[in-house]
C-alpha cells in the first residue's frame, strides 16, 4: 500500500517537474492589490509566474472575491499588498486568513513601507492570534549608523546583512549568488511573541530601532520606542502546527521593484531580488519540506524478516530507521541535516524512556531515492506496555515531522526465562529434591523389603 | 395411596431404594429451579471475562497464558496472564471443548451466560453434601432448595453475570464439603481431594483466603478444645502440603502463599499441628511427670522461637505486612482514610442491616437456631459451622460484598433448624417420619401411624403430644417456607436481575420504559471513532467501553496501579488548564462521563466525583483537595452556591455544559441532587461536545487538538467569540498602548 502511494506519488512530482519548480501546497495565488501597487512589484510577480505560479488579482475591496468555495480552498497561496485604504474589504476578515491557513493555504503579506501608511485591521488581528505585534501606524525603523544612502535625511532607508542563523539551523534566505549583498528596507519592523511557531526570518541591524515618527520629541527614549536591534524582526515567518505558512514582511519596499537595485553606497547590486525568491519559495513551500519517506523497525528477536511488527519484547535490541527527504524548488533530495543539529528519537510512554540522536545510515534495509537513512539500535527497557517509536522533529523553517508508531512492548511469556536447571544457584536445591525422592523410595523401598525383627514381648506395648 | 405407602414404610430395602431415587428427583428438581429462577434477563456482564475467555478459546492455553493485553490499562497494558484469576475461563473454555467433542459447538457466548445458573445448581448439590455430613440427608435437601434460591447468592449468579463468583461459591461449598469428609474420616484421599478443589478455588476466586484461613481456624479450634486427634492430622497436613504447592502454581497467586500474612495462619496451623502430633507422640513415650516438664520447657522454646522468627521475617521484609484490603475488614474506617479506591466501591461498603433480610429472609432468624442445634451435638463438624457461622457473620457485616460468603452457611443452618423442627413435629408419638421431601405437602402423610420407625428416633422419645400445636407449627413453616419462595422470586426479578447498562422505569400509565443509553452510547463509540481511540472515563465504565464498544480505555474495573487512576481523578477534579495536559500526554480522545441530573439517575459521575477527588487526592494533595469542593457550611453543592473549584472542575463542566438551555430560563433543575442550577451553564474551551445520548446519562466528549497557530484555547474562543485579545499591547490596541512593543527577548 505504502509502495503503490509512493509511486503515484513519485509519478505526479516528476510529472510536474517537467514544468518549472512549484510550490508543494499548489500553483494557485491570489494577489491583493489595488491597480497602482502592482506596477511596483512587477519582478516579484513576473519571477513567481517564472517558477509556475499562477497569479489571479483582486482588490482588497473586491465583492466577488472568495477565498473558500464549497468549503474547499480556492486559492493555495495569498500575497498581500499594502493598501491605502483603511482596511480591506468584507471578504477578507482576519478570520478567513486563519480558515485559509487551517486548510493548509500559504499566506505573505507585505506590510507598508511608508509610515503613513494604515495597516488593516484584519492584518493586525491576524497578526496578533499568530503572536507578532504591529507597532501602531506611524512608526518607522531607523539606524543612524549603516546609512544606505547619504542623501535620505531620517535614516529610514537601513541596510541589512542577508540573514544568518545558528549552526544547528538551515539558512534557506541566502541562496543568492553574493553572500555579501546587503539588503534595502523601509518599514516600521515587528515584534515577536514567544510563541515558537513564528521565526523571524530577517531581523533589525544592532543599532536599528522602530520609533513614532510622530513624537515631537528629537530623541527616542523608551517610552517611545517600539522595539530595538535583533529584538526587531523586518521578516517574521509562521509556521502553523499543519505546516501552512504565514510570512510578515515588514515593510512592503524590501520585495518591491524600486530595491532591485544598486545600493548608493557601496555601489553593489542589493541582495533583494534574491531574498525575494528565498522569501516566497519559502512561504509558498518550495523550500524547507520534509517528507518522510518510510519508517522501519524491526527487532533482534525475529531478524530483519519482520518489519514494523506489532509486538516487541521487553529487554530486546530493536532497530529504528526513518528515510528523510527535503523538498527544494522542483525535487526531493536526501535532507541532510545541519551539523549542530540532529534527528531525535524517542521512545516514549507516557514519558520518553529513550531520546537518543539517529545518525545516517550507510545501509539502509529500504533503499530509498533522494533521502537520507536516520537509524539507531537500542535495547527496549524493562517495562512493559504500549510504547511509541517517535520522531518528534520541529526546527525553525522546516515542515513539522511528528512520526509516531505504536508498539506493544510484551513481557516475557512464561516459557521464554531460562529454565530452572540453566540458573547455576539453582543446582542446590534441585540436587535436594531429588535427594529427598531418592530418598523416600530408598526408605519405602527398605521397609517394604526389610523383614520385621520378632520380638512379641514389645511389639505388643504399642498398636 | 395405600400401596405407595406399604412400599415407603414396610420395607426398609424397597424404602431405602425409592428414597434415593426421590433425593435424586428432588435434586434435580431444585437444580433446575435454581438454573430456572436466575433467567429472568440475560446481560452479560463484566466483558472482560468474557474477552478472556473468548481470547483462551481462539488462541489455545498457552496463548491466554502468555496473553499481554495491550488494550486494558493504555498504556501499561496488562499482563493477563499473571494478573487474574484464570479459573473462570478454563472452566468455560473446558465445557466448550468438551462439547466440540461431542458434536455440540455451542458459542463461548452462550456458555458464559449460562455458566453462573448451571454452577447455582451444582452449588445446591454441595449444599446438599454440606448439609447431609452435619444432619442427614433430608436437612441436605432443604439447605440445597435455600441455597438454589436465596437472594444473597442470586445476586452473583444470574444468567450472565459471568465473574468469578459464579463459580467460586460452589467450589467454596465443595471444598468445605471434602475438608468435612476427610476431617471425619481421617483420610488422605479426601484431603487430596479437597486440596485439589482447593487449588481449583485457588485459581477462581480471590476470596480463596477465607477457606485458607477458615479451615486453619477449624483446626486450631479443635485443638484447643482438646479434640486433636490423628484423623485432623491426616486431614489438615494433607491438605495443606498439596494444597499450598498447588495454589502456587497460579501464576496470580505465585509465592504469596508463602510470604503474605493473610496465609500465615494456616501455615502457622500447619506448624502447630506437627507439634501437637510430636508431643501426642512423646506422651505415649515417657511418663507423665516427665512429659509436664518437657511439655513446659517445649512450650517455652516453641514460643520464643516462633515469635522471634515471625518479628524478624516480618521486620526484614520477608513476609508481606497486612494488605490495606485487609485492614479494612478489620476496621472499617481504615479504608475512608488511607485508600479511597477501596471505599469507593459500594460493595466495600459495610453492610446495612435491611440488607441481610433482603438477601435472606427468613432464613436470617433461623441461622442463629441452627448454630444453636449445633453447640448442641458439637462434633467436629459441628465446630466448623460455628467457626464459619462466626467469621461470615463478621465480615458480611463489614462488607456487603461478603454477604456472599455467608450466604452458604445461613442457608445449611436453617436447613438444620427446619429439618430439626419438622423431625420434632412430623412425628405423632412414635417416631417415624420420613423427612426428605420436608416440604409443605408433609402434614397431610402424618395422619400415617405405623410402628417400628427407621429415623432420628433417639432413645429417650419426648415428643410433642398436641396434634394441635404440631398442625399449627407445621401450618406455620410450611406458611414461612411458601413466602421465603415467594420473597426470592420477587427479589430475583425486581432487584437481581435488572442489568446496570439498561435502566427500566415505570412511565405514568405504568408501562415500562427502557432506558438504553449505554449501549447507545457505546454503539456510537464503537461507530464513530476510530479503533485506537483512547477514551477517558472513570474506572466503573472501563470493561464495559472495552467490551461493548471496543475502544481503548485508560482505567478500568481491575486497575490496580492507583495513581493511574488518580490521575483520571484529577483530571476530572481540575480545570481545564490542568486537565488538558494531562489528557494530552495520555493522548485522550474522548472523554466520557455519566450524568443523571436530567433523568434521576442517582448512579452518575457527579455523585462519585468525591471519590475522584479523594483518590487523586491521596497522590497529589497538593493540587487536589476535597475541602475546596464544599462550601464553606461544608456542603457538597452543585447550584450557584457550588465553589469555584467545583464550578472549575471538568467533571461539574462537561456534565452541566449546555445543561441549563434544555430549560426556561432560571429553571434548569438537577433531579438526582435537587438542586437549581445557574442559567449560565458552564463553557468548556478545551473540549467539543461530541455525543449525549437520548436521556443525557452518558456525554461524551472530543478532546481538542493543539491549536493551528499555538494559541491557547481559551484565546481562540475568546477570539472566536468577537473578542479583542486581551492584556496584549500593540497591534490594534492604539497610540498610548501601543508604542512599546511587547518585550519578549528571543534568543
Same mark, same amino acid.
Request: proline content about 4%.
Given at each position: 500500500?505504502? !509502495? ?10 516528476s510529472l510536474v517537474s517537467l514544468s518549472q519548480g512549484i ?6 495565488? !491570489? ?74 493555504? @500559504? ?48 535614516? /529610514? ?66 517610552? /517611545? ?17 499543519? /505546516? ?22 557601496? /555601489? ?131 515542515? @513539522? ?63 | ?109 452462550? #456458555? ?51 465473574? @468469578? ?45 477465607? #477457606? ?128 479511597? #479506591? ?85 412425628? #405423632?408419638?412414635?417416631?417415624?417420619e420420613q423427612e426428605d421431601d420436608s416440604e409443605s405437602k ?51 426479578? @425486581? ?36 479503533? %485506537? ?33 488518580a490521575t483520571v481523578g484529577k483530571a476530572m477534579a481540575s ?63 452543585? %447550584? ?108
Open positions: 500500500m505504502g !509502495l503503490t502511494l509512493r509511486s503515484v506519488l513519485t509519478a505526479l512530482i510550490s508543494l501546497t499548489g500553483p494557485r495565488t !491570489l494577489l491583493v492589490l489595488e491597480d497602482d501597487v502592482k506596477t511596483q512589484f512587477q519582478t516579484l510577480i513576473s519571477d513567481l509566474e517564472a517558477r509556475g505560479f499562477t497569479t489571479t488579482t483582486h482588490t482588497p475591496k473586491s465583492t466577488t472575491l472568495s477565498l473558500f468555495q464549497h468549503e474547499e480552498r480556492v486559492y493555495d497561496n495569498i500575497i498581500i499588498f499594502p493598501t491605502k485604504l483603511k482596511g480591506l474589504g468584507p471578504n477578507l476578515p482576519s478570520s478567513s486568513f486563519l480558515k485559509h491557513a487551517t486548510a493548509g493555504g @500559504n499566506i505573505l503579506i507585505l506590510l507598508p513601507s511608508s509610515e503613513d501608511d494604515n495597516v488593516p485591521a484584519a492584518i493586525a488581528e491576524l497578526a496578533t492570534q499568530v503572536d507578532i505585534f504591529l507597532p501602531p501606524k506611524g512608526f518607522a525603523v531607523v539606524n543612524h549608523f549603516d546609512l544606505a544612502d547619504q542623501v535620505e535625511p531620517e535614516h /529610514n532607508t537601513l541596510l541589512v546583512d542577508l540573514p544568518s542563523f545558528q549552526s544547528d539551523t538551515k539558512n534557506y534566505f541566502n541562496s543568492g549568488e553574493d553572500k555579501a549583498a546587503k539588503l534595502l528596507y523601509r518599514g516600521a519592523g515587528l515584534a515577536l511573541g514567544s510563541s515558537p511557531l513564528v521565526q523571524p526570518i530577517l531581523k533589525a541591524p544592532r543599532f536599528a530601532y522602530s520609533y513614532d515618527t510622530k513624537e515631537a520629541s528629537s530623541f527616542a527614549d523608551d517610552e /517611545n520606542v517600539f522595539s530595538a536591534g535583533k529584538q526587531l524582526a523586518l521578516v517574521a515567518g509562521v509556521q502553523t502546527r499543519n /505546516n501552512a505558512r504565514i510570512t510578515f514582511v515588514g515593510g512592503a519596499d524590501l520585495l518591491a521593484d524600486k530595491s532591485f537595485t544598486k545600493v548608493a553606497r557601496t /555601489n553593489q547590486m542589493s541582495g533583494n531580488r534574491a531574498f525575494a525568491k528565498d522569501v516566497t519559495a519559502w512561504t509558498f513551500k518550495e523550500t524547507g519540506v520534509l517528507r518522510v519517506d518510510g519508517i522501519e523497525h524491526w527487532g533482534e528477536e525475529f531478524g530483519q524478516g519482520v518489519v514494523n511488527g506489532d509486538v516487541y519484547r521487553i529487554k530486546h535490541d530493536v532497530t529504528f530507521s526513518i528515510a528523510l527527504s527535503e523538498y527544494s524548488y522542483d525535487h526531493f533530495q536526501p535532507y541532510v541535516a545541519p551539523a549542530d543539529d540532529a534527528v531525535q528519537f524517542e521512545f516514549t510512554m507516557l514519558d520518553p524512556y529513550y531520546r537518543i540522536p539517529l545518525s545516517a545510515s550507510s545501509s539502509p534495509l529500504t533503499q530509498h531515492k533522494n533521502s537520507t537513512t536516520y537509524s539507531t539500535t537500542f535495547k527496549t527497557p524493562d517495562q512493559h506496555g504500549v510504547f511509541t517509536f517517535t520522531v518528534n522533529y520541529k526546527r525553525p523553517f522546516l515542515s @513539522n515531522v511528528h512520526e509516531k508508531r505504536a508498539v506493544t512492548v510484551r513481557h516475557f511469556a512464561h516459557n521464554e526465562w531460562t529454565r530452572s536447571w540453566g540458573i547455576s544457584g539453582s543446582w542446590p536445591w534441585i540436587a535436594g529434591i531429588w535427594v529427598v525422592v531418592v530418598g523416600w523410595i530408598g526408605f519405602v523401598g527398605l521397609w517394604l523389603w526389610s523383614k520385621p525383627v520378632v520380638a512379641e514381648g514389645k511389639g505388643k506395648k504399642k498398636q | 395411596m395405600s400401596t405407595v405407602k406399604s412400599i415407603l414404610f414396610k420395607d426398609p430395602a424397597s424404602t431405602e431404594s425409592t428414597r434415593s431415587i426421590l433425593r435424586v428427583v428432588i435434586l434435580l428438581t431444585i437444580a433446575a429451579a435454581a438454573v430456572a429462577s436466575r433467567l429472568f434477563s440475560v446481560i452479560l456482564d463484566p466483558w472482560f471475562n468474557f474477552r478472556a475467555s473468548k481470547y483462551l478459546v481462539k488462541h489455545g492455553f498457552f496463548d491466554f497464558w502468555n496473553w499481554f493485553d495491550d488494550r486494558t490499562w493504555y498504556p501499561l497494558g496488562r499482563v493477563t496472564g499473571g494478573t487474574l484469576y484464570p479459573g473462570l475461563m478454563v472452566t468455560s473454555g473446558a465445557i466448550w471443548h468438551a462439547l466440540r467433542m461431542i458434536s455440540l459447538p455451542v458459542d463461548i457466548r452462550n #456458555i458464559c451466560v449460562l455458566l453462573a445458573p448451571g454452577f447455582s445448581g451444582l452449588t445446591a448439590f454441595a449444599t446438599y453434601l454440606f448439609t447431609k455430613e452435619m444432619k442427614d440427608s433430608g436437612a441436605g435437601l432443604l439447605a440445597a432448595a435455600f441455597m438454589g434460591i436465596a437472594p444473597g447468592y442470586i445476586s452473583r449468579s444470574v444468567a450472565g453475570s459471568y465473574d @468469578n463468583e459464579a463459580i467460586a461459591i460452589f467450589l467454596l461449598m465443595f471444598t468445605f464439603y471434602l475438608w468435612i469428609k476427610a476431617a471425619k474420616l481421617g483420610s488422605a484421599m479426601w484431603g487430596g481431594l479437597c486440596a485439589l478443589f482447593y487449588f481449583y478455588m485457588v485459581s477462581a476466586w480471590g476470596g480463596y483466603v477465607f #477457606i485458607t484461613n477458615l479451615i486453619p481456624l477449624h483446626v486450631l479450634v479443635l485443638i484447643l478444645m482438646g479434640r486433636y486427634s490423628g484423623r485432623i492430622y491426616v486431614a489438615y497436613s494433607s491438605w495443606y502440603a498439596l494444597g499450598t504447592l498447588a495454589s502456587m502454581q497460579v501464576p496470580f497467586v505465585g509465592f504469596l502463599p508463602v510470604k503474605t500474612s493473610e496465609h500465615m495462619a494456616a501455615l502457622g496451623i500447619f506448624g502447630l499441628i506437627q507439634l501437637v502430633a510430636f508431643v501426642d507422640y512423646l506422651r505415649g513415650q515417657v511418663s507423665s511427670k516427665q512429659f509436664n516438664t518437657l511439655l513446659r520447657a517445649l512450650v517455652i522454646l516453641i514460643t520464643i522461637v516462633a515469635f522471634t522468627g515471625l518479628v524478624t521475617l516480618t521486620v526484614t521484609g520477608v513476609i508481606a505486612p497486612w494488605s490495606g484490603r485487609f485492614y479494612s475488614l478489620w476496621d472499617t474506617g481504615y479504608a475512608k482514610i488511607h485508600i479511597p #479506591i477501596i471505599a469507593s466501591v459500594s460493595e466495600h461498603q459495610p453492610t446495612a442491616w435491611p440488607s441481610f433480610f433482603f438477601d435472606l429472609n427468613m432464613l436470617i432468624w433461623l441461622f442463629p437456631a441452627g448454630v444453636y442445634l449445633c453447640f448442641r451435638q458439637l462434633t467436629d463438624e459441628h465446630v466448623f459451622i460455628i467457626v464459619y457461622s462466626v467469621m461470615a457473620s463478621y465480615f458480611a457485616g463489614v462488607m456487603v460484598r461478603l454477604m456472599l460468603t455467608l450466604t452458604p452457611i445461613v442457608c445449611v443452618t436453617a436447613a438444620i433448624t427446619v429439618s430439626s423442627i419438622f423431625d420434632t413435629y412430623l412425628e #405423632i408419638d412414635s417416631p417415624e408433609k402434614p397431610k402423610k402424618e395422619k400415617v401411624k405405623e410402628t417400628g420407625g427407621f429415623l432420628s428416633s433417639r432413645a429417650p422419645y419426648i415428643g410433642i403430644y398436641s396434634i394441635t400445636s404440631k398442625v399449627a407449627v407445621v401450618g406455620a413453616f410450611s406458611v414461612y417456607l411458601v413466602l421465603f419462595v415467594l420473597h426470592c422470586t420477587w427479589v430475583t426479578s @425486581n432487584a437481581y436481575s435488572s442489568p446496570s447498562v439498561v435502566l427500566a422505569s415505570r412511565m405514568p400509565d405504568g408501562s415500562q420504559h427502557i432506558i438504553d443509553d449505554f449501549r447507545e452510547a457505546y454503539y456510537w463509540l464503537r461507530k464513530n471513532t476510530p479503533y %485506537d481511540a483512547k477514551i477517558m472515563s472513570w474506572w466503573d465504565y472501563g470493561y464495559q467501553i472495552g467490551g461493548m464498544a471496543d475502544r481503548t480505555t485508560l482505567v478500568d474495573n481491575n486497575t490496580w496501579n492507583n495513581t493511574h487512576i480545570s481545564e488548564e490542568v486537565s488538558y495536559d494531562i489528557l494530552r500526554k495520555h493522548e485522550v480522545d474522548y472523554v466520557l462521563i455519566i450524568f443523571g441530573g436530567l433523568l434521576g439517575y442517582s448512579g452518575d459521575d457527579i455523585n462519585k466525583f468525591l471519590w475522584m477527588v479523594r483518590i487523586a487526592e491521596g497522590v497529589w494533595p497538593q493540587e487536589v483537595q476535597e475541602r475546596k469542593f464544599f462550601t464553606h457550611r461544608g456542603e457538597y453543592k452543585v %447550584d450557584h452556591e457550588a465553589t469555584d473549584t467545583m464550578k472549575n472542575s471538568l467533571m461539574y463542566k462537561m456534565s452541566y455544559y449546555k445543561f441549563p438551555s434544555l430549560f426556561p430560563p432560571g429553571q434548569a433543575q438537577d433531579r438526582v441532587r435537587g438542586a437549581r442550577l445557574p442559567s449560565e451553564g458552564p463553557v468548556l474551551h478545551t473540549l467539543d461536545e461530541a455525543f449525549t445520548s437520548e436521556n443525557w446519562i452518558v456525554r461524551i466528549y472530543k478532546v481538542k487538538d493543539l491549536d493551528q497557530f499555538g494559541r491557547d484555547h481559551f484565546s481562540v474562543s475568546a477570539f472566536e467569540g468577537g473578542k479583542k485579545k486581551k492584556g496584549k499591547k500593540g497591534g490594534m490596541a492604539g497610540r498610548a498602548a501601543g508604542k512599546r512593543g511587547r518585550r519578549v527577548v528571543r534568543i
